[in-house]
């Protein structure tokens, strides 16, 4: 547990390394902050941050810098507060504009806020939209198309059909095929399509094999149905402000992973999708760690009618966070009214 100053020079020292990208002193601290106690009393502070872990010495300086625990924690708590800033003012008017405007639909306003948020805070940013209502699986059906290949077709209650090509190294005969696919539509009829996968993937291959000898797992199936189903809309502005991410300390596979990141694959849709409804943080670290360390996002996420929309900012772990945090909310309380 911080103390209240201890928390005061936690957050002096971020806000002053993010701007300065420089180990930060007791001297130094005092010079650029408000803090009416001595330089001795900041060096104790200082050594039990360090000690908790929310600090880190660099070997090159006498200073300190921000630990990954200590961003985590400075985060977490802007998030909570989120203090008011009227310097803002014509930022949250320009998104009043966008969202009462008739003519755009709920995603179309979402890409325009994002694009004003890169053009404000000079990073990449985007939407992720994502269909919520609940698809159901209805019938199941394997053919046969040559000796080894089948096609795996499944239709759901809208009528929505969805198909998949297995390679299967023993031939299965008619017979076999007909109680597969009776046993198939049996045990997963009238299941949404996520319980039908989960179905799919861990209980019906132990099913199969008492009836027909074998196991057989079709749940790609459902989970390509899936991702095809829930319509993503993916959105990216500022494409231009990845470069000022990449440095010279950057590896190739860091560099990959970030293009992954932007490109809007599954993978991309599957770390969105973690994040908390509201303001939340994911830590480049968390989504790759020692590889994209220096990377965070933060993500702001709503609801509207039947779709999950996050709006995200994506930028250097030194990101000025207080303003960014103030901006996401507003945005989207905004766009969720």
Known sequence: MLTSRQEQVLALIIQQFNKTDEPVGSKSLLQNSDLNVSSATIRNDMAALEKAGFLRKLHTSSGRAPSLKGYRHYISQLIQRKRSNHKLDIEFDSFETIVNEKTNKPIQKAHLVSELMSSITGYTTFVLGQNEEEQYFERFRLVKVDSNR??????????????QLFEISSPIDRDTLTVVNELINRE????TLNEAYQRLKLTMPLILQRHVGYQYDFSPLVDKARMQLMGHDYFVSGKEHLYQLIDHSMTPEAISSLMTLIDGTSQTYQVIEQTQEGVDVLFGYDLSPNVLDSINLLTGTYHYDNQRITLGVIGP?????????????KAIE????
């Open 334 to 337: 905004k766009l969720a009214d």
């Open 188 to 191: 997963l009829s009238g299941l």
């Open 150 to 163: 089948y096609m795996g077709i499944l239709i759901t209650q809208n009528g929505d059909v969805g198909n």
């Open 317 to 329: 772990i030194t990101m000025g966070y207080s303003d960014i945090i103030l901006l996401l909310d």
